[in-house]
């Protein structure tokens, strides 16, 4: 039933064109654009594929010894992640400072302790991936919004980060960005790690179903051109204490819904009760 409402998908572009059109070959240019992330001061996610992930920021960019730093802040020392990262040898740095994404290997972590900090270094990438975003879809989601977090089956050497949009014990609804090369139904995705919040990471097999392109709109309102693209999938949890997880996170998200829900019509009845206050006392002077 579904494979009969499926819209067409779009022609998804050759994948040595695709990775050709966002590496970045020349060294100096490598050593400038981390030198910009590391003046912009925005985050950095480095993880591996088996979703160990930690939040940093590029402390320095050291070109005569060939190092990167990434500072570690204090709360992360602690983190269970920590260790998978300095034990994997196939880590993956991703930011997004201004209009542009950035992704880069930072292979070969090594935690460094000071007396006051602590820093992870790995060597400066050989190869790094830099992709520029429209001014006209960047989308800051919470810090809060589950991410699904997976490598383009068409290239995998770009690590994607994907808001989820909704999900249920079947399957989610993701966004994919208007300046990602397309995906089609019926791709399976293996390897995919939903992070639902810091303490709630599922690993996952996507089967997408169906794709929804959604129309970016001019100054005055006419579609211009297809934008961002909904993925609908269908997923297969790989450990069992995964099902168990996604449930009670489900669970509490409703209990959320409903205070909220609570909340917003207790203030809109507040909101609407105020007025007739004042305007009794008023309408009555004028009446005498």
């Given at each position: 039933m579904r494979a009969d409402i499926q819209p067409a998908p779009a022609p998804a572009p050759p994948a040595a064109?695709?990775?050709?059109?966002?590496?970045?070959?020349?060294?100096?240019?490598?050593?400038?654009?981390?030198?910009?992330?590391?003046?912009s001061g925005a985050a950095v996610l480095l993880h591996t594929a088996d979703g160990?992930?930690?939040?940093?920021?590029?402390?320095?960019?050291?070109?005569?010894?060939?190092?990167?730093?990434?500072?570690?802040?204090?709360?992360?020392?602690?983190?269970?992640?920590?260790?998978?990262?300095?034990?994997?040898?196939?880590?993956?740095?991703v930011a997004h400072p201004g209009q542009v994404k950035l992704q880069f290997d930072a292979a070969g972590l090594v935690l460094v302790r000071g007396q006051a900090s602590a820093v992870l270094?790995?060597?400066?990438?050989?190869?790094?991936?830099?992709?520029?975003?429209?001014?006209?879809?960047?989308?800051?989601?919470?810090?809060?919004?589950?991410?699904?977090m997976l490598r383009h089956p068409?290239?995998?050497?770009?690590?994607?980060?994907?808001?989820?949009?909704?999900?249920?014990l079947g399957g989610c609804a993701l966004r994919l960005p208007d300046d990602v090369p397309a995906l089609a139904p019926g791709t399976r995705l293996a390897g995919v790690t939903i992070e639902l919040d810091v303490d709630t990471r599922l690993r996952v097999e996507l089967l997408l179903?169906?794709?929804?392109?959604?129309?970016?709109h001019d100054e005055a309102g006419a579609s211009a051109r297809p934008g961002s693209a909904r993925l609908g999938c269908e997923w297969r949890l790989q450990r069992p204490e995964d099902e168990r997880a996604l449930q009670r996170w489900i669970d509490q998200a409703?209990?959320?819904?409903?205070?909220?829900?609570?909340?917003?019509?207790?203030?809109?009845?507040?909101?609407?009760?105020?007025?007739?206050?004042?305007?009794?006392?008023?309408?009555?002077?004028?009446?005498?």
């Amino acid at each position: 039933m579904r494979a009969d409402i499926q819209p067409a998908p779009a022609p998804a572009p050759p994948a040595a064109a695709a990775h050709d059109a966002f590496r970045v070959t020349d060294a100096a240019e490598r050593l400038a654009l981390l030198a910009q992330l590391r003046d912009s001061g925005a985050a950095v996610l480095l993880h591996t594929a088996d979703g160990a992930s930690l939040r940093s920021r590029l402390a320095s960019v050291d070109a005569g010894a060939s190092r990167l730093s990434f500072a570690v802040a204090a709360a992360e020392l602690e983190s269970p992640h920590l260790a998978p990262l300095l034990e994997d040898d196939d880590v993956t740095a991703v930011a997004h400072p201004g209009q542009v994404k950035l992704q880069f290997d930072a292979a070969g972590l090594v935690l460094v302790r000071g007396q006051a900090s602590a820093v992870l270094q790995c060597a400066l990438p050989d190869e790094m991936l830099r992709v520029q975003r429209r001014e006209t879809f960047r989308v800051c989601p919470p810090v809060t919004a589950p991410v699904a977090m997976l490598r383009h089956p068409a290239i995998p050497e770009m690590t994607l980060a994907l808001r989820v949009l909704d999900l249920s014990l079947g399957g989610c609804a993701l966004r994919l960005p208007d300046d990602v090369p397309a995906l089609a139904p019926g791709t399976r995705l293996a390897g995919v790690t939903i992070e639902l919040d810091v303490d709630t990471r599922l690993r996952v097999e996507l089967l997408l179903q169906h794709v929804t392109y959604l129309p970016q709109h001019d100054e005055a309102g006419a579609s211009a051109r297809p934008g961002s693209a909904r993925l609908g999938c269908e997923w297969r949890l790989q450990r069992p204490e995964d099902e168990r997880a996604l449930q009670r996170w489900i669970d509490q998200a409703q209990v959320r819904q409903r205070m909220s829900r609570r909340a917003a019509a207790q203030r809109a009845a507040a909101g609407a009760a105020a007025p007739a206050a004042v305007a009794a006392p008023w309408a009555a002077s004028s009446t005498a």
